[in-house]
Nanobody, 113 residues
Framework: QVQLVESGGGLVQAGGSLRLSCAVS????????LEWHRQAPGKQREVVGS???????DYTDAVKGRFTISRDIAKKTVYLEMDSLKPEDTAVYYC???????WGQGTQVTVSS
């Protein structure tokens, strides 16, 4: 059974940092691509960034230079380091296996001004 479990969300002031984790099980971690998405209240879910099975990383323009995706293959975990957070980064953040139906349950990130 494939599972993705996010953690690390919380409340932070603008300019602060958070690190989200997504632990993956039930799948061969080395051969999957992973994505971080977010959904703000009243808005559509959007992709934040992604890492391919080969390790290529990409970000949406809104977070370039502030967010960093990394992964630990041994721990089967992907991370989203978020720095210089802004109130508009407030959302539920989800991890997702690329081209699959598998999503995590989401973790809330709230950035206060």
């Amino acid at each position: 059974q494939v599972q993705l479990v996010e953690s690390g969300g919380g409340l932070v002031q603008a300019g602060g940092s958070l690190r989200l984790s997504c632990a993956v099980s039930g799948v061969i971690f080395q051969i999957i691509g992973l994505e971080w998405h977010r959904q703000a209240p009243g808005k559509q879910r959007e992709v934040v960034g992604s890492v391919t099975a080969r390790g290529s990383i990409d970000y949406t323009d809104a977070v370039k230079g502030r967010f960093t995706i990394s992964r630990d293959i041994a721990k089967k975990t992907v991370y989203l380091e978020m720095d210089s957070l802004k109130p508009e980064d407030t959302a539920v953040y989800y991890c997702h296996i690329s081209k699959s139906k598998h999503w995590g349950q989401g973790t809330q990130v709230t950035v206060s001004s």
